[in-house]
């Protein structure tokens, strides 16, 4: 929550603001996101208008999370670009219009996440070009790049090769 008390409410009006606030729980997806508690930076700019704050600015810090492709570990960071209209409580704005002031507090939380999730990458990588775990015994092909198995009898076509067995033997004439 941010506490708006110093900036009037005569438009034109602003102040610039930077801090670091612990990420809420569940910021990201399944297989990536903010770990909870984690420090992210904010650096905002906050301007009073004619309905409301105007509050622009970013929010930068850390993602975790695994690769989708190989399962290892990887580590990145975000920068979330944002721009939110916070209107005061006795505005006749719709509430799915814009964002309501509580007093004289604004609540990022919900711009946050909306900025930080859709950024997300659905299918996160470790490197571009990873090419995953191995289909039959999951070995990670990134660590053994020549790695390969004998040629295996597709399962459809085993009881075809009985019949080859049988026509290798003693031929009668």
């Excluded at 995953?132 to 790695?147: I, N």
């Amino acid at each position: 929550m941010i506490d708006t008390h110093e900036l009037t409410r005569r438009a034109g009006s602003q102040r610039e603001i930077s801090f670091t606030a612990a990420a809420p729980a569940d910021l990201g997806i399944d297989v990536i996101g903010v770990p909870e508690d984690d420090p992210i930076q904010f650096d905002l700019r906050l301007e009073s208008v004619v309905e409301g704050v105007l509050v622009t600015g970013t929010a930068r810090g850390r993602l975790v999370g695994e690769c989708a492709r190989c399962l290892v570990d990887i580590e990145d960071e975000f920068l979330a670009d944002f721009q939110e209209l916070y209107v005061y409580p006795e505005s006749d704005a719709e509430p799915d219009e814009a964002s309501r002031m509580e007093g004289d507090l604004i609540d990022l939380e919900p711009v946050l996440r909306d900025q930080v999730v859709l950024a997300l990458p659905f299918q996160p990588l470790c490197t571009d070009d990873c090419p995953g775990l191995c289909p039959e015994c999951g070995t990670r092909l990134a660590d053994a790049p020549g790695h390969r198995h004998e040629d295996g009898v597709d399962p459809r076509w085993s009881a075809l090769s009985g019949l080859l067995r049988q026509d290798e033997g003693p031929q009668d004439q």
